[in-house]
């Protein structure tokens, strides 16, 4: 059974940092690719950033580029994010996400694409 579980959410000020980490299980060796996205109230789910499982390459959505970094651990189960210099609009509801298969590294960005979430994680950034 394939589960993803999310951790390190929470308040913290604007200007600060936190890093959410998810850790997947099941059929791991089939993991194409992890993700982030978020939902804040009343809005749609969005993109934040994604990670090839294989080649690592990664991608982010324009909002938080140059502030969070996705990375993963070399055992392959643990996807990271890491997010600097939060903004009261960084405030939502994180969900990790994966995507189970893949041509030529290319990275997914769109949440129809991704075929397991975790439960999500809320982190508040106060102004």
């Known amino acids: 059974q394939v589960q993803l579980e999310e951790s390190g959410g929470g308040l913290v000020q604007a200007g600060g940092s936190l890093r959410l980490s998810c850790v997947a299980s099941?059929?791991?060796?089939?993991?194409?690719?992890l993700g982030w996205f978020r939902q804040a109230p009343g809005k749609e789910r969005e993109f934040v950033a994604t990670?090839?499982?294989?080649?690592?390459?990664?991608s982010y959505a324009d909002s938080v580029k140059g502030r969070f970094t996705i990375s993963r651990n070399n055992a392959g189960n643990t996807v990271y994010l890491q997010m600097n210099s939060l903004k009261p609009e960084d405030t939502a509801v994180y969900y990790c996400?994966?995507?189970?298969?893949?041509?030529?590294?290319?990275?997914?960005?769109?949440?129809?694409?991704?075929?397991?979430w975790g439960q999500g994680i809320q982190v508040t950034v106060s102004s």
């Open positions: 990670i090839n499982w294989g080649s690592r390459r990664t």
């Open positions: 996400a994966r995507r189970n298969s893949g041509r030529f590294s290319i990275l997914y960005t769109g949440p129809d694409d991704y075929e397991d």
């Open positions: 099941g059929r791991t060796y089939s993991i194409y690719a």
